[in-house]
């Protein structure tokens, strides 16, 4: 089967029609193919997400992700606009929603695009991908150790993280919801909690917590790396996006 | 776990960065994932010129215990310098 794929960043509309960065990456066959909206994390639009967004390609998605620090920094290096971002307040979930909304838009102006968009965030990217995917119509939906889907940032923080679970009757996908059993952000606890909200609306849901696992264990360039969870983590999401984006 | 703690103040003073010597203004405090040190969580912080863009920026990513170790030294410093150090 042909693998080749591109990528690259481009401008997109995003929230209020703001011009904002997006790395693109799609396969170059002629589709059609799902779209994937990533998600970064709160260390920001940085290497380590964009090559997740590569991989989706490689597996036959159109993924796109969104720089939600664009307007801190548009020239800035990620780490730099990640700190402008925090000292900020950390992306406004109203504007974190609109440039989601332009890139599911964005995937599916695409002519190779089948009509299915899932999301899926890490970390912050976590919680505002549990936030998205009940503000926006998406077909799939994986949250990644999102803290503060549940509780809210302590009072008198410069970074103002509200809970989203209150959201979760207008959930509009299933939802893939991949933690570590050791994280205390979302703890087993939160977790718990979040599966409770989804199963009192009757949502369609997975959740899974890994052993030996604590926050980021995704990430490769961290030490919280835990390859085990990572790579039965990867095969979950797989599963998950071929079961509610395919044709 | 990604904690988002973060503390902010307003502060006076210089420092340098690839550009060489710039004001500062500002430093943002927090315990969170690195960048680049390798522990899990480290005590980070920015000295920034916040009207400088977000490139104006002296980063450190310190071990709890380093940066527990850094405020015993400053305080310290601080303190041998006696009246000089209250009107700097």
Redesign the interface.
């Known amino acids: 089967m042909y693998d080749g794929i591109m990528a690259e960043t481009i401008k997109i509309a995003g929230h209020g029609g703001d011009e904002i960065a997006a790395y693109f990456a799609r396969p170059l066959g002629p589709g059609p193919y799902p779209g994937v909206v990533v998600i970064h994390?709160?260390?920001g639009w940085d290497e380590a997400t964009k090559e997740i967004a590569r991989r989706f390609a490689t597996h036959g998605y159109s993924a796109i992700c969104p720089n939600l620090f664009y307007r801190?920094?548009p020239d800035?290096?990620p780490?730099?606009?990640a700190?402008?971002s925090?000292?900020a307040g950390?992306a406004p979930d109203e504007r974190v929603v609109g440039d989601v909304d332009g890139s599911r838009r964005f995937l599916l102006s695409l002519v190779n695009a089948n009509g299915k968009v899932g999301v899926i965030g890490y970390?912050?990217g976590g919680r505002q991908t549990y936030l998205s995917a009940c503000r926006l119509p998406f077909d799939a939906a994986v949250d990644c150790?999102g803290?503060?889907v549940v509780g809210s940032?302590p009072e008198g923080?410069?970074?103002k993280?509200e809970a989203v679970v209150g959201l979760t009757g207008d959930l509009s996908c299933p939802l893939l919801g991949l933690f570590g059993a050791e994280?205390?952000?979302p703890s087993p606890e939160h977790v718990a909690e979040i599966e409770a909200a989804l199963k009192e609306h009757g949502k369609t849901y997975e959740f899974h917590s890994y052993e030996g696992a604590?926050?980021?264990f995704f990430a490769t360039d961290?030490?919280?790396y835990r390859p085990e969870a990572a790579t039965d983590g990867w095969q979950r999401i797989w599963t998950w996006f071929d079961r509610y984006l395919a044709s | 776990?990604?904690?988002?703690?973060?503390?902010?103040t307003d502060i006076a003073g210089s420092g340098k960065g690839p550009e060489g010597w710039f004001r500062l203004n500002?430093a943002?405090v927090?315990f969170?994932?690195p960048?680049h040190a390798?522990?899990?969580h480290t005590l980070n912080i920015?000295f920034?010129d916040?009207t400088a863009?977000?490139?104006a920026?002296v980063?450190v990513e310190l071990s709890a215990e380093s940066a527990r170790e850094l405020v015993r030294c400053i305080e310290s410093a601080l303190a041998a310098a006696g009246p000089a150090a209250d009107v700097a």
Do not use: L
Request: glycine share 10%; hydrophobic share 30%.
């Open positions: 994390h709160m260390p801190e920094g800035a290096s780490d730099d606009a700190a402008a925090r000292a950390g970390c912050s150790y803290a503060f940032s923080f410069p970074v993280m994280d205390q952000a604590g926050h980021g961290r030490t919280m | 776990m990604c904690s988002y703690v973060t503390e902010k500002s943002t927090y969170d994932h960048f390798p522990y899990e920015d920034v916040n863009g977000p490139g920026r980063a």
